[in-house]
């Protein structure tokens, strides 16, 4: 069910958190996994993912390097031959509402969350176009966004923002490139536990999203990482430029 075997994935920001969940869940599922990351260790600790996944490789790749952004998709293309599919998971975020945000702040989250995806979508939707089809499906791009790309971010404009756009350019690529074989759907986790995070410790953070969230506990990484397994595989068909909720029901009050 839902194999994976001989595909080679690509998902960014896999070292830690939910990408590391996403690329484990893949590489079990018998994907090929490049594991791109600024950094190769898991910021919550523990082996690399790219140890722990069976056949995973490490690629360096700072997303808000637009020459390693330029540079990925190609290189994957030459050592793997094809590019399957592309998770688009990596993000930053300023942590600021508007008057708090500076210029520099917002380039830094719209390069790292919009722009680099949209760079590294549009390399391999080329890529993939080159490919013949396995069924109907040339190759799939999975985007991360969120309940905040949905509902506001409290705190976070620029990312609130990015995931926003996030979604509108997963709808753009499924719409443009459906005809093609391409398919382009997005996840959009609501508040995941991925380790001690600094703002867990902050008074009220823990209590907003414990409040916030209907499903009587917060997410997993596992979580989101099995629905963007079901949308990486064959199981997900003429499904195409929808944004799966991940959020145990954050959005649905
Ligand atoms: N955790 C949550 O509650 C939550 C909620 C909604 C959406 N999301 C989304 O899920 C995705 C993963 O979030 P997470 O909580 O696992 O994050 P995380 O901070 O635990 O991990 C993010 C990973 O991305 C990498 N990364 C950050 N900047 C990078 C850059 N410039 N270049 C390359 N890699 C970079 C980090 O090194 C890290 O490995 C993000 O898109 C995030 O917006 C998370």
Known sequence: MNDLNGRVAVVTGAASGIGRAIALCFAEAGAQVVVADRRRDAWHGGAPTDELAEGATFVECDLADPAAVAALVPAVAERHGRLDVLVNNAAVSAGRELLETTDDDWHQVLAVNLTAPFVLSRA?????????????????????????????????????????????????????????????????????????????????????????????????????????????GDEATYITGTTLMVDGGWTAR
């Open 124 to 232: 391999a939707v080329r890529q993939m176009l080159t490919q013949e089809p396995r069924g109907e499906v040339r190759g799939r791009i999975i985007n991360v966004t969120s309940q905040h790309g949905i509902v506001a971010a409290r705190e976070d404009t620029a990312y609130g923002v990015s995931k926003a756009a996030l979604s509108q350019l997963t709808r753009q690529i499924a719409a443009e490139y459906a005809g093609e074989g391409i398919v382009c759907n997005a996840v959009a986790p609501g508040k995941i536990e991925t380790g001690p995070s600094p703002r867990a410790g902050e008074p009220g953070w823990q209590e907003y999203w414990t409040s916030r969230t209907p499903w009587p506990r917060l997410g997993r990484p596992e979580d989101v990482a099995r629905a963007a397994r079901f949308l990486a």
